[in-house]
């Protein structure tokens, strides 16, 4: 069990940097989720703290030793690869007993630990297999397997499930939330996927560009996103923008269109904002949630609707922008049919036009 | 007109047909056939003299064929493995330089390029006991005031022989395990360094089992060739001193060509071709093995 520390840590390719002095303190047994687009450095930061990647500059620790000198098998952690990267050559229980072997443990233990990580991981029946014969689930619970027969001090994963199809994902998502519940040891996790970093992580760490842009807990980034990136990245569907100006109390937005300033944020008077708000929070009166505290009306067409059964994806046009907006107990909307559109104020968000950070007070 | 109707498929296969048949079959047929007589160069009309299987009893209870036999297998044995070891070492190599990787890799095809006539030649010139490179590098460093009988001594003139066939061939494995090397996926490297490898662990768990397969494909190819080793060797000893580098086939071109006794070459040459298909199936059942190993194929 140890906690992790990264501090200023870089990462150079020749002259290309791309990842700038990031900072990140993880806690003993927490399940950390580093999310972001593709290419902003979420695996060049994983295998650095993987020993697998050289560090350019600052410091990792793990369990409070500086690792950046050390290689990958004296930082004791264990790395789920997303393809995998089982060795072809050796069966199910060589591939799993693999680190053991070269640990020089006794024939005894290595059976031992390989049956346990079988056991937990319903691996048993395939103990003798070879990679080659498994299915793409197997093989994932099989790396997931190597991993934890050693029980190292971090876990590593590097998108794990990308590879998986969906009803799979979602089943090895809880089947991973499970494994961290028992073993309860520190996770690292990478992953481009926004709802497997919210169904997952203790804290969510959101990077962009190589950057830090937002660490928290699931709740905290998807209800207080610091910029705009943060409040689109996060969320589904992605949090809708619109550019206004502030006029005394309201909002105008480039036609016209004024609706209240949402309560809560710094602002002046002719400032020029980016507004948010997520479609749960514009839904059709009669088919909306119970009032709140700060409601405000807009009517607005009707583009094209996404029925999802349970709710109806609206998309629509306000101020010149196209929103999605939700419909609970839907029923059918014709193309173009306006409707009035009730807006919670309470969970909107104002953004700085200009840098897009949040302006909450 | 009763024309014969030929099915179209053998029409359009019929030059290739004939072909093969005159470049390959009908020497082939003719060799054999030949083995089974005392066919002579000197003595043309001969070749109809059948004598069944005397010339390969012959030639299976002739000493000196045995002995021919015993040299080739042991210059394939220890050329192979030295060869496959250095060019190993020069694949690793090779693929950790990071500038000029082509240029090397142009320069370790070099060996190859030269016919093995010429490469005979030069080993001769270099293991000369009086004009040699060798030999006047040892005496001017002072280590012997000698003369080392290089290709005269039978040991020594083995062992020359020996190295130039693996001055000749070792990039053809190092060539084919680069092939490897490249074709290995970082992955697996990636997860042995995690699961706690050191370098040379890696090597031995995941990089050489990955390899194997080129180095049987390697093996293959060089044991049909050692196993017809004839030019280096013709060159550099002529199967001399007193036969003591005499291997199959300067054998079997001597017998049929000095001795015009072509039958019985003939013979030798198919038993000789045994010992080719033995080793060839032996590393192709290898390479099918290994890459089974690795899940690959069926
Ligand atoms: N070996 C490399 N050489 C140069 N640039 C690299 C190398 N590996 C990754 N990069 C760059 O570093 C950035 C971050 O990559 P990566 O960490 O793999 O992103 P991701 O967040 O998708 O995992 C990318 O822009 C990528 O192009
Ligand atoms: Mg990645």
Redesign the interface.
């Known amino acids: 069990m140890a906690q992790v520390h990264l501090r200023d840590v870089v990462k150079k390719y020749g002259p290309l940097e791309v990842v700038h002095s990031i900072n990140l303190d993880i806690a003993d047994g927490e399940f950390v989720v580093l999310v972001g687009p593709s290419g902003c450095g979420k695996s060049t930061t994983l295998r650095m703290v993987?020993?697998?990647e050289g560090i350019s500059g600052g410091e990792v620790q793990i369990g409070g030793r500086v690792v950046n000198d050390l290689?990958?098998?004296e930082r004791n952690?264990?790395?789920v690869?997303q393809?995998?990267?089982?060795?072809?050559?050796m069966t199910v229980r060589e591939n799993l007993g693999?680190?053991l072997k070269?640990?020089k443990q006794s024939q005894a233990e290595i059976d031992k630990a390989v049956d346990e990580a079988a056991e937990i991981l319903s691996l048993t029946p395939l103990l003798d297999r070879?990679?080659?014969?498994l299915s793409g689930g197997q093989r994932q619970r099989v790396a997931m397997g190597?991993a934890i027969v050693?029980h190292p001090e971090v876990f590593l994963f590097d998108e794990p499930l990308s590879n998986l199809d969906a009803k799979l994902r979602t089943q090895m998502r809880v089947e991973i939330k499970k494994l961290h519940q028992k073993l309860k040891s520190t996770i690292i996790y990478v992953t481009h996927d926004q709802v497997e970093a919210m169904t997952l992580a203790d804290r969510i760490v959101i990077m962009r560009d190589g950057h830090i842009e937002q660490v928290g807990t699931p709740l905290d980034v998807f209800e207080n996103p610091v910029n705009t990136f943060v409040g689109t990245f996060i969320g589904s569907p992605p949090m809708n923008l619109l550019d206004g100006v502030v006029k005394g109390n309201e909002l105008e937005f480039a036609d016209g269109t004024r609706l209240p300033v949402p309560p809560g944020y710094a602002i002046q008077d002719g400032q020029a904002v980016t507004f948010g708000v997520r479609a749960d929070n514009i839904m059709p009166v009669g088919h909306a949630l119970p009032r709140g505290e700060h409601m405000a009306e807009v009517e607005m067409a009707v583009d094209l609707t996404e029925p999802l059964g349970t709710e109806t994806l609206l998309f629509a046009t306000l101020a010149g922008t196209e929103v999605q907006a939700k419909m609970l107990n839907p029923r059918p909307v014709q193309s173009g049919e306006r409707m009035t559109f009730q807006i919670m104020l309470d969970k909107c968000h104002l953004f700085d036009a200009e840098t897009g950070a949040s302006l909450r007070k | 007109m009763n024309r014969l109707k030929l099915p179209p498929w053998l029409v359009l296969l019929l030059p290739a047909i004939i072909i093969l048949s005159a470049v390959v079959l009908i020497p082939l047929v003719l060799s054999l056939y030949s083995s089974f007589t005392s066919y002579r160069l000197t003595r043309p009309d001969s070749i109809f003299n059948w004598v069944g299987f005397f010339n390969y009893e012959k030639a299976l209870t002739d000493v000196k064929f045995w002995a021919a036999f015993g040299r080739t297998v042991l210059l394939l044995t220890v050329a192979l493995n030295l060869e496959m070891l250095f060019g190993l070492g020069l694949a690793l190599m090779v693929s950790k330089v990071t500038q000029g990787q082509r240029l090397l890799r142009t320069m370790m095809m070099f060996p190859m390029m030269f016919s093995p006539i010429l490469v005979g030649f030069q080993f001769k010139f270099i293991f000369n006991d009086n004009v040699g490179l060798v030999n006047n590098a040892l005496q001017s460093l002072g280590i012997t005031d000698q003369a080392i009988p290089w290709l005269v001594d039978g040991q020594l003139a083995m062992f020359s022989i020996i190295f130039a066939e693996i001055w000749t061939a070792t990039s053809v494995f190092g060539i084919l395990i680069l092939a490897g090397l490249y074709a290995i996926?970082r992955?697996?490297l990636?997860?042995?360094?995690?699961?706690?490898?050191?370098a040379w662990?890696s090597f031995r768990?995941?990089t050489l089992?990955?390899l194997m397969p080129f180095i049987y494909i390697a093996m293959a190819i060089r044991s049909l060739d050692v196993a017809r080793a004839y030019d280096i060797v013709q060159i550099m000893t002529n199967g001399g001193p007193a036969r003591r580098t005499e291997l199959l086939w300067t054998l079997i071109g001597r017998t049929g060509y000095v001795d015009a006794r072509m039958g019985y070459a003939n013979a030798m040459g198919y038993i000789s071709i045994f010992l080719a298909i033995f080793f060839t199936i032996y590393f192709f059942k290898k390479l099918t093995q290994s890459r089974k190993?690795?899940?690959?194929g069926a």
């Open positions: 993987a020993g697998l290689p990958p098998r952690i264990s790395m690869f393809n995998y990267a089982l060795y072809p050559h693999f680190s070269i640990a070879k990679p080659g014969a190597r050693r | 996926p992955d697996p990636e997860a042995a360094k995690v699961d706690g490898c050191t662990q768990y995941v089992p990955f190993e690795l899940g690959m």
